[in-house]
């Protein structure tokens, strides 16, 4: 598509439930990427993908977290059980950049606001 | 561990006046550094990208420097109008990997 589209915009549930949190990538770009921002704050760096594989994982908080681009291109943020600390903004964005090659530059969506009640 | 801070987190100034935020980093000696801007209930959009060996980059009213030794970048926009506030964000690659490890942002308000 034109630009990294993600569903829901907006996403309020209940502590304990569990949400999936979809991001659609510019078309072409083969690294994608999920942020969590927090009122006030910069985007935290959650995972990143280059392709189907998850090339770097280590900002996912713990185990209730997770992220899976099975064909390369969609990918959805999975998270169980989830807390009231859980709400946030994820934002995905995508780039063009090839594992080990240049600068990289994001392009991000718009985000899905979540809010655990 | 590696730390990005931006100078405040909130700053005014008046419509035509330059406005200069400072973002600065340790524990890093980054290959380039980036800035984004961030408006409210958006995601942040690329503005420039200046590399190390690059004193200075200039996109319109943008100007951007980076100082490899003092660990700084300063972002600078000349003759601000109200429809530059937002907020501004630096980023650098984390630690020589694909990914971005960004500050936590100055919002700018630019007053008629």
């Known amino acids: 598509g034109a630009g990294v589209s993600q569903t829901p915009s907006n996403k309020v549930t209940e502590k304990g439930k569990y949400v999936e949190l979809r991001c659609d990538p510019i078309?072409?770009?083969?690294?994608l990427y999920w942020y969590r921002q927090s009122l006030g704050q910069g985007p935290e760096f959650l995972i990143y993908f280059q392709g189907t594989g998850a090339a770097d994982d280590s900002g996912l908080p713990n185990d209730r977290f997770f992220a899976v681009r099975p064909e390369g291109s969609v990918s959805t943020l999975k998270i169980q059980r989830t807390e009231r600390g859980d709400s946030a903004v994820y934002l995905c964005?995508?780039?063009?950049?090839?594992?080990?090659?240049?600068?990289?530059?994001?392009?991000f969506g718009a985000g899905s606001r979540l809010t655990v009640l | 561990s590696q730390k990005i801070e931006q100078n405040s987190e909130a700053l005014n100034i008046q419509e035509g006046k330059t406005a200069t935020l400072t973002c600065n980093y340790t524990n890093y000696s980054p290959a380039y550094l980036q800035w984004y801007r961030q408006d409210p209930g958006r995601g942040p959009v690329f503005l420039l990208l200046i590399r190390e060996n690059e004193k200075e980059k200039r996109k319109e009213r943008l100007k951007v420097t980076f100082d490899t030794t003092l660990k700084q970048s300063l972002f600078h926009i000349t003759a601000s109008q109200p429809a530059d506030s937002a907020t501004y964000l630096c980023?650098?690659?984390?630690?020589?990997?694909?990914?971005?490890?960004f500050g936590t942002g100055t919002r700018l308000t630019v007053i008629p």
């Open positions: 980023a650098l690659p984390r630690g020589g990997a694909n990914n971005l490890f």
């Open positions: 078309s072409g770009h083969t690294a």
């Open positions: 964005a995508s780039s063009l950049k090839r594992q080990g090659s240049g600068a990289n530059v994001l392009t």
